[in-house]
Every structure is written in C-alpha cells, then in structure tokens.
C-alpha cells in the first residue's frame, strides 16, 4: 500500500534561514509526487511534482524537492525562508498505477516563520 | 475567476440534520473529487467522479453521504442525519482525464460544524 510520512508536525525557522520540511512515502510503483500547501482559508494549492522525471524538482515560491529512490524520500527545501511562507504543507502520493487523482497525503507539517 | 467554487463556504447545523454541499469544478475538466479533512489532519479521499460516473467510493463514506454530479458538470455531497463526527472541511477538486500527472486542483473548501 502507498502512504507517506512526514516526520515534523511543526518546523520553526527565521525569516532568511533555509526551510527543510521531510517526507518519506512508500510505494509499490513508481510513485507521483507532490507537495501541496495551505494557507489559512485558502485552498490547497500545488507547489511542485515529481511524476519520473528530474529528480530535482523546482516549483513555486522558490521551493525545491528531491526525489532519491534509496531513501525513499522527497524533502522540500528553500534557501531562505519568508514570512508569507508560513502556512500547512503536505507531501502527497499518488496510489501506483493508473492516473485515477486519489491522492493520499501526509498529516501535514507546519511552518511557522518567525521575523 | 475559473477555479474550483464551493458552496457554502461555512455551514453549522445541528445533530440530525441534513445537508448539502455544491462543486463547481474548472469547466473543462472531467474528473472531480471529494475530499474530506479533519483539524490537524491531511485531506482523505472520499469519493470522485469522471463525467457524471461515480467511479470509486471510499469506505469513508457512509450509507449518510451520497454524491451526485448529474450532467458531469458541478457536484454536490449530501450528508443525511449529520453527527458530530462529521464535522470537518470537505475539499472539492478537479483536474482532467488527460492530465498524466495527477494533478488536482482544489477548491477552497465547505466547513461543516456539527453541534
């Protein structure tokens, strides 16, 4: 069965300091991957995929994942982090085979930002 | 605006009552899909659709929850005798068939409180 892992529920950082936010998944195919985020009273928005190609994925915002086989691992990273950064991030797989979008996701981390 | 819309944005009920909710997807896609979330928890699949077929239910979803999305256009999601453990955030999504990543795009989501 797929699942992920996120191995914070809160990540504190200042504001200009390097964001790393972890995600382990577990996949009997070649997984999707995402990362989602959300800001309070907004909907979850997409920040960026793996889906087999480049293992380094750039998305949004300056935001970054690397997808490493070995470790079964897709971290989210940015150099440096800002106050509008502050919001619910989730790792999220897609369930092996076959394009159905039944996504499964993490319990989501935190990021707070501090000035 | 071409988003996902979701309708009501908020809804407090009492035990026992019945209600709906509506999604209107982004107009050309097929797929859409419900999603439901708890404080302090990421997104769980609930239910979706490809046009106007109901394709896969989660176990999630009681005999109380029935989705409908009759011309394969906008949705809604109905709950029957509301409890209180039904209170939580229930997330519309969208994305197209043609889509070989999977990505979903959401809506910003119907708060239920059950009291």
């Known amino acids: 069965a797929q699942s992920v892992t996120q191995l914070d529920s809160h990540v504190s950082v200042s504001e200009g300091t390097p964001v790393l936010l972890r995600c382990n998944y577990s996949?009997?195919?070649?997984?999707?991957l995402f990362w989602y985020v959300q800001h309070p009273n907004k909907g979850l928005q997409l920040l960026l995929k793996y889906t087999s190609a480049a293992t380094l994925v750039k998305g949004i915002n300056g935001f970054e994942a690397e997808f490493k086989k070995s470790e079964t691992s897709f971290h989210l990273t940015k150099p440096s982090a800002h106050m509008s950064d502050a919001a619910e991030y989730f790792c999220?797989?897609?369930?092996?085979?076959?394009?159905?979008?039944?996504?499964?996701f993490g319990q989501g981390t935190t990021l707070q930002v501090k000035p | 605006d071409t988003g996902v819309s979701q309708d009501p944005r908020h809804k407090i009920t009492k035990r026992g009552q019945n209600v709906t909710f509506r999604c209107d997807p982004i107009s050309e896609h097929n797929r859409l899909y419900w999603y439901r979330q708890t404080l302090g928890q990421g997104p769980e699949f609930l239910t979706y659709f490809q046009n106007e077929a109901q394709l896969e239910k989660s176990r999630l979803l009681s005999d109380r929850f029935s989705a409908e999305r009759p011309k394969g256009s906008f949705s809604t999601l109905e709950i029957q005798r509301t409890e209180q453990g039904d209170s939580a955030m229930y997330l519309c999504a969208s994305s197209s068939f043609l889509s070989r990543t999977g990505e979903l795009f959401f809506g910003e989501g119907s708060r239920l409180t059950v009291l």
């Open positions: 999220v797989v897609t369930p092996g085979s076959g394009n159905t979008g039944k996504l499964i």
């Open positions: 996949s009997s195919y070649s997984p999707s």
